[in-house]
Nanobody
Framework: QVQLVESGGGLVQPGASLRLSCTSS????????VGWYRQTPGKQRDVVAV???????HYANSVKGRFTISRDDAKNMLYLQMDSLQSEDTAVYYC???????????WGQGTQVTVSS
């Protein structure tokens, strides 16, 4: 079973930056899809950014131009650089992966990001 662990969340003021990290027990290169989702209380978990095995990257419109997803296959790490954070970005952020050739979705435990004055 693949295990994902997020880190890097915290409390910041509007306009600040954070970088989230996700460590995978499996090979990042073996995943068909890796990415980040976020969820607020009472709301559905929504995609933030995803990276496909062929290099395609998709960002939610709300974070386009502010967030950047990246990966380090050698270290089995996934990152989310978040700049110009806004109060609307407050949520629990989850790391996500799907193994190539498989049908199971893997999720991390989540890391809290709070943007407030």
């Amino acid at each position: 079973q693949v295990q994902l662990v997020e880190s890097g969340g915290g409390l910041v003021q509007p306009g600040a930056s954070l970088r989230l990290s996700c460590t995978s027990s499996g090979s990042i290169s073996g995943f068909a899809v890796v990415g980040w989702y976020r969820q607020t209380p009472g709301k559905q978990r929504d995609v933030v950014a995803v990276s496909m095995s062929r290099g395609q990257v998709h960002y939610a419109n709300s974070v386009k131009g502010r967030f950047t997803i990246s990966r380090d296959d050698a270290k089995n790490m996934l990152y989310l650089q978040m700049d110009s954070l806004q109060s609307e970005d407050t949520a629990v952020y989850y790391c996500y992966a799907k193994v190539t050739g498989g049908s199971t979705d893997y999720w991390g435990q989540g890391t809290q990001v709070t943007v407030s004055s």
